[in-house]
């Protein structure tokens, strides 16, 4: 943008923005919102040719760069659930194909800040889920203290009960009922069941930025 403005000439573009939004309550003050504007800088002149100064335009877009990105989330989710598919369909040890599952996940924008996840796999008498795979950066403490996660306990446990995919907004580590990581950044999840022929055979548990989208094509692809 500035050198485009020192050369004398209008510049256009995106901006990601902030703003302060008042809500008419007692209590809360203003809060700050990012929001994305379509920006339009015009650089004014005098009649000698010296600069006088700019006349800048912008309007809100954000409704239109979420509809964008949303887009773009989608097609990336459905290039994801085919690789995905090729890669469970090879003949290779089941430890490692999970692990190649996990490092294409964390090539999706939701996943590639956190870059963890984990895969448990129901004991042999269907009581406890056990870790089978870990993909991503763990303290060696929280390695060594892992628990078992007894199946209907807890946020991995309940999701392995029910056989629906859980998605979490915000998480500290340190509050959930599981022992999580080795920080108290907070974060998402998506917690997805395996089930083969009706029964649980484990769970993947993705770490995410928080609020992770839950649109169809998401949710698609992890089932």
């Known amino acids: 943008m500035y050198d485009t403005l020192k050369q004398g000439k209008m510049w256009t573009g995106r901006l990601l923005n902030r703003?302060?939004?008042i809500e008419y309550t007692f209590t809360e003050e203003p809060k700050t919102v990012d929001y994305w504007a379509a920006v339009s800088v015009t650089p004014i002149f005098k009649a000698n040719g010296d600069l006088s100064g700019y006349v800048q335009s912008q309007r809100d877009i954000s409704v239109q760069v979420a509809k964008e990105e949303n887009l773009h989330s989608e097609h990336a989710d459905?290039?994801?659930k085919l690789d995905i598919a090729q890669v469970l369909q090879q003949q290779k040890p089941l430890k490692t194909r999970f692990?190649?599952?996990l490092a294409l996940l964390f090539e999706l924008q939701t996943f590639n800040s956190q870059r963890k996840g984990t895969v448990l796999i129901t004991?042999?008498?269907a009581k406890f889920l056990d870790v089978f795979v870990r993909l991503g950066h763990f303290s060696e403490d929280f390695i060594?203290?892992?628990p078992r996660i007894l199946i209907g306990k807890g946020i991995?446990?309940?999701a392995a009960k029910s056989t629906e995919i859980t998605i979490t907004d915000t998480c500290f580590c340190d509050s959930c009922e599981e022992v999580e990581g080795d920080d108290n950044h907070i974060h998402?999840?998506?917690i997805?069941?395996?089930i083969y022929a009706g029964k649980v055979m484990g769970v993947f548990i993705l770490y995410t930025n928080t609020h992770p989208p839950q649109n169809m094509a998401r949710l698609a692809m992890l089932k």
Do not use: F, L
């Open 192 to 194: 997805v069941p395996m």
């Open 188 to 190: 998402g999840h998506y």
């Open 144 to 146: 060594q203290n892992e």
């Open 19 to 21: 703003r302060q939004v």
């Open 99 to 101: 692990t190649e599952v």
């Open 123 to 125: 004991n042999a008498d």
């Open 78 to 80: 459905k290039a994801a």
């Open 156 to 158: 991995w446990g309940k």
